[in-house]
Each structure stands twice: as structure tokens, then as C-alpha cells.
């Protein structure tokens, strides 16, 4: 069974990490999604690909790092220069066979992929 858990590192700024198992992490797709609530759909905020190629959505660039550590089968998401819209519950997510959710942050090799494994969620609040 595929488990992703995320973990927070908090400081000036945020690092969220997911560490993968029973999954063929260095060959997916990973991503990061957030949602504001419970009720509002998931966005895409960040996917790299096996090659380490990333994507970002608009409100994020130049301030969010994904990145992948294949050896140890863990994903981060560096968040810097947070802003109170940051605001939102942050998922983990793996790519799944045509199940899940698509990221439409594009990318040749994510892009098509449906994300459709997730982690627990992590709340991230900015206050304003």
C-alpha cells in the first residue's frame, strides 16, 4: 500500500517534506497540491518529474522549490517569502494510473498524469 508522510520543518520559512514507500518513487511523477478548504477544490502548486524537471504554478514562482531526493525516496517543497493567499492545507501527491487529479501546471512528462496518491495534508497558515 502506497503511504506518502508529510513532515514540517518551520523556521524563516517553511520546508515540507513527504517520504514515499511501496511506491516506485524515482520513476513517478510527484507533486505537491493545496486546497483552502474542504470544500474548494485541490490546485496544483508544484510537480518534478523523474528527471528533476519542475513545474510551478504562477503564484508561487521565483518563491517555491520542489525537489526530490530519489536515494532516500522523499519530496520537498521549500517555501519561501510566505504570503497570507499561501494560506491552505498542502498535500503531498504521486501519480497514479489515470486516477486522481491532474496538476495543469503542465510539462511534457507530468503534465498528462493523473495524481492520485496523497498524503495526510499539513496546514500551513500565513498570517497577514
Known amino acids: 500500500q502506497v503511504q506518502l508522510v508529510e513532515a514540517v520543518q518551520a523556521g524563516g520559512s517553511l520546508r515540507l517534506s513527504c517520504s514515499a514507500s511501496?511506491?516506485?518513487?524515482?520513476?513517478?511523477?510527484m507533486g505537491w497540491f493545496r486546497r483552502v478548504s474542504e470544500e474548494e477544490k485541490r490546485e496544483g502548486v508544484a510537480?518534478?518529474?523523474?528527471?528533476?524537471?519542475?513545474h510551478y504554478t504562477e503564484s508561487v514562482k521565483g518563491r517555491f522549490t520542489i525537489s526530490r531526493d530519489n536515494a532516500n525516496n522523499t519530496l520537498y517543497l521549500q517555501m519561501n517569502s510566505l504570503k497570507p493567499e499561501d494560506t491552505a492545507i498542502y498535500y503531498c501527491?504521486?501519480?497514479?494510473?489515470?486516477?486522481?487529479?491532474?496538476?495543469?501546471?503542465?510539462?511534457?512528462?507530468?503534465?498528462?498524469?493523473?495524481?492520485?496518491?496523497w498524503g495526510q495534508g499539513t496546514q500551513v497558515t500565513v498570517a497577514s
Open positions: 501527491a504521486a501519480e497514479r494510473n489515470g486516477i486522481g487529479y491532474y496538476s495543469g501546471l503542465g510539462g511534457e512528462v507530468c503534465g498528462p498524469k493523473a495524481f492520485g496518491y
Open positions: 510537480v518534478v518529474d523523474p528527471d528533476g524537471n519542475t
Open positions: 511501496d511506491y516506485s518513487f524515482s520513476s513517478s511523477c
